[in-house]
Structures are given as C-alpha cells and as structure tokens.
C-alpha cells in the first residue's frame, strides 16, 4: 500500500495524530486525545502496543482516507463509538451505530447483577439450563453478555425495533459457540416471547428508556441516540411500569428482575417491585 504524501513527502501517522486532536480541541469536542488516538488507531489497524510503533510508520493512502471521513464526523458532533462503528463491552467488542444506545459502563454494571442472580439460581436449580429474557436489547450487549459468560444459560434478546434487532443480530453472528443459545424476537417487551415461556423465565433484565420526556440531556445524546431508546414518556417511569406489571406473569417463581434505574428513580420503581409477589433488593 502506497504511503500518504504532503508536499512530496511521506507522512507518518504521528501527523495526523497531531492534527486530529488540535482540531477537535478547538472545535470543543470532550476528551480530544481520546477521540483522536481511537481514530488513528482505528484508521491504521493498529491497536495497543502495535499503535505505538505504527505512530512513525508512514500513513497509508486508504488510511488517511478512512481517518479523514472519522475525523470530520467525530467534528461534527457525532459520538465516538458511532464514527468507529464498533465499541466494547465487558468481554465483547460490539457493532455499535445510530440504530442503537451507545453501550455504557453503568450497563456493564448491570450485567454484573444479572449474573449475581443467574449464579444464585443455578445454585438453587439443578439438572437444567436456566432462562434469560434481556428486555429492549438495543446492540445486544446485556443479552450477549450473559451467554458469552455463563454457557448454562440459554437468553432471549427482544427489541421492539427491527433496526435495533439488526444491529443486536449482527453482533450474535460474532460471538462464536455461546450464539447457539440466544435467540432474537421482535416485539414489545415480554410480549415478544413464546407463550410457552410463561412462568418460566429464571431472569427478567433490561436496560429499559428511563428518561422523562422533559429532562434536559447532552445535545451528543439528544442529536443522535436513538429518542425511542431513551425517552419513556412524560414521567420516566412508563417502561418500568409495563415491565414489572407483566413480570411475576413470565417469571418462575424463584426467578428474579434485575433493571437499570436513575438514582432519582429507585425509591418509585422499588415500591411498584415490592408489591405481592415480589422481593425488592438494591445494589
């Protein structure tokens, strides 16, 4: 591959390194020596202790290229993990675009709980695969991660919407063997599921909107996240309301419910958790 010249002289990707983060600092985007070293790693397939050493090897032609393009999205406002496409989370390193909530490490969290109750239940239930239902996958991150680290789970990722199921299926085509124990439905919450499932799931989790239609948020949020992902409606709560309404429904008896809550929340969601047939614990 050709290298990328300036004024007849090779350019080596330290430049354009340089360059990228002056350029976003003065444009004000957020941590520019993040953006821009993910960008030119991103651009010269080189990553870790590779990036180092690829810094003083001369820019490609079709590097620079694909480094232009990031660069001028990543100025123009858009998120990151959408102008490299892919983010990781926990173990996995997912597709991520506009179809999608960006991953986030609060998620990464709420996972743990998940696999806190998963593992409590398998040492409750013996002689089979237990039952996840992950709620609105979005990129299938919840969803994925549970069967990439716990191989005596079977899940089932749900979304209302055929995008966000696109994006989550493409990532389940690139988690190898624990692939075989998911499977993807369209429709709304639980009621994407089979009927046969009622009163079996071991595991309801979900990473549901939680934001009221009238709170403020950051315009690299609002500008191009997904508002059907984010916003529940005028109070925040519509979501968890139609979740934990139908969840002792679908949930075997010694199952459990782990969703994603704002501070702000907790004390409202946990009183609607703690009705009759219910025990509510926080973390």
């Known amino acids: 591959m050709s290298g990328a010249e300036r004024n007849g002289r090779t350019v080596r990707w330290r430049v354009f390194l340089r360059e990228a983060t002056e350029g976003l600092r003065a444009a004000g985007v957020a941590c520019p020596e993040v953006s821009a070293r993910r960008i030119v790693e991103h651009a010269s397939g080189c990553e ?24 001028a999205r ?3 406002g858009e998120p990151l993990q959408y102008v490299l496409g892919r983010w990781g989370f926990r ?21 743990d709980h998940a696999l806190a109750e998963l593992d ?6 013996a002689g089979r695969h237990l039952v996840a239902a992950d709620l609105g996958t979005g990129s299938g991150a919840i969803a994925l991660s549970i069967a990439v680290e716990r191989d005596w ?15 989550a299926s493409a990532n389940l085509a690139g988690i190898g063997r624990p692939a075989s124990r998911v499977r993807v439905a369209e429709g709304d919450w ?8 009622r009163g079996c799931l071991d595991l309801i989790v979900s990473n549901p909107p939680y934001i009221a239609a009238c709170e403020a948020l950051p315009a690299e949020v609002v500008d191009w996240e997904p508002a059907a992902a984010l916003v529940a409606g005028p109070t925040g709560l519509e979501a968890y309301r139609r979740i934990l309404r139908a969840a002792g429904d679908w949930l075997h008896p010694a199952g459990a419910i ?5 501070p702000h929340q907790a004390t409202e969601v946990g009183a609607r958790g703690g009705r009759p047939g219910f025990a509510v614990a926080s973390h």
């Open 74 to 76: 990543r100025l123009l």
């Open 153 to 167: 789970v079977d899940v089932w990722a749900t979304d209302v919407s055929p995008d966000a199921l696109a994006v």
């Open 190 to 197: 639980l009621d994407a599921l089979p009927r046969e499932l």
């Open 91 to 111: 173990t996995l390193d997912l597709m991520v675009d506009a179809r999608v909530l960006i991953p986030r490490p609060e998620t990464e969290e709420l996972v």
């Open 48 to 71: 870790g202790a590779d990036y180092v050493l690829a810094l003083d090897q001369p820019a490609t032609v079709r590097g620079v290229a694909a480094f232009d393009r990031m660069l």
């Open 258 to 262: 782990v969703l994603e809550i704002a």
């Open 120 to 125: 409590r239940l398998h040492g409750e239930i």
